[in-house]
Every structure is written in C-alpha cells, then in structure tokens.
C-alpha cells in the first residue's frame, strides 16, 4: 500500500484527541507515523541525494534509514526479545554509519517496513509493562520494560526525522510534514 503522496504522509498524524484503545496503541501510531514519514521523505528525494551528505557529520538519507531498521532490531528483537542477532551492528563499518555500493532505497525502505511490523507485531502481543529478557543488549544492566524500549524509539525517529527534515529542505526534497 502507498502511504505517501509527492513526498507527503498520507497516515494521519496521531491527535492526542483521536481514541485509542491503550497506550499500546497510541505508542504504535506514533512510531508508525514517524517511520512513515521518514520513509516519505527518504522517498521523495532524487537518485543523486540519497548517498550524498548535506551535513559535516557526513551521515546519508540511505544511511539514516538503515540505521533506524537496525535502531528497532536492536531495541525489540535482540533487547526486549532477547534474541539472538548475527550483526545488531550491521548499520556500522568502524564508528560510521554504512550502507554497501549494492543495497538500494526500495531494499531499505522494504527492510525498514519490515522490521517495523515485526515491532508492532511485538507490541500488539505484549503488555507495555513486560520487561524484556536479559542479555547482551543491556550490557549487564536489568533489561527495561516495553513501554520504555517504545519511548526510546519514538524520541529517536523524532530526532532523527528532524535531522532528515533539514537534509531533506537542503535536497530540494519535501518540507514539513
């Protein structure tokens, strides 16, 4: 399904007036809503800008949405799930971000959406105060319950969308939400 429109968000922004059934829910519709409009924007943007840096930090678009598909594996299945994880790194070559010469935006974006249906998949079977198993992604410290592993993605799609709203801006690329 296409939920985006020239660049554009066509998932509502989740209204803190819109019910909801729990707090699950409206934690999953702001994620969903952050992911989606990154995926927008990351979209919208011309060949030629995806693998160029805009800032002196020299992250990329492709780099940045890698990085958020490698943020909720990290934080859902090889933190609160304990399982598991070949590379939780994998988005990493030395201290910087990376994306190979061969991996595409439609193999990202499709990585990213899919890892965040297993998220909300994840979420819709858990209760919010479960807490996840302990290992390694806890570097020995007592794993958190879910509700805190959702807020840490939700403050980090918010930043780092805002950090792709002015690449995007400086792209030519969409504006705004």
């Known amino acids: 399904m296409d939920r985006t ?29 952050f992911r989606e409009n990154l995926l927008a924007k990351v979209s919208a943007l011309p060949e030629e800008e995806l693998r160029r840096s805009r800032l002196p930090s020299g992250w990329t678009p492709l780099e940045l949405l890698k990085h958020l598909r490698y943020v ?14 070949a590379e939780p790194w994998g988005d990493r070559r030395g201290d910087r971000w990376y994306v190979a010469p061969e991996e595409t935006r439609d193999d990202l974006v499709a990585a990213l959406r899919a890892q965040g249906g297993h998220t909300s998949a994840v979420v819709t079977a858990s209760d919010l105060d479960a807490v996840g198993r ?44």
């Open 134 to 177: 302990p290992g390694p992604r806890w570097e020995g410290a007592d794993p958190p319950p879910l509700e805190r592993v959702l807020l840490h993605l939700l403050q980090e799609y918010a930043r780092h969308l805002g950090h792709l709203d002015v690449v995007a801006e400086l792209a030519g690329g969409p504006v705004g939400e």
């Open 5 to 33: 429109h020239n660049g554009r968000v066509t998932l509502p922004f989740p209204a803190p007036t819109v019910p909801a059934a729990d707090r699950a829910e409206v934690l999953l519709r702001y994620l969903d809503y």
């Open 72 to 85: 909720e594996l990290r934080w859902i299945e090889w933190g609160f799930q304990g399982r598991t994880v």
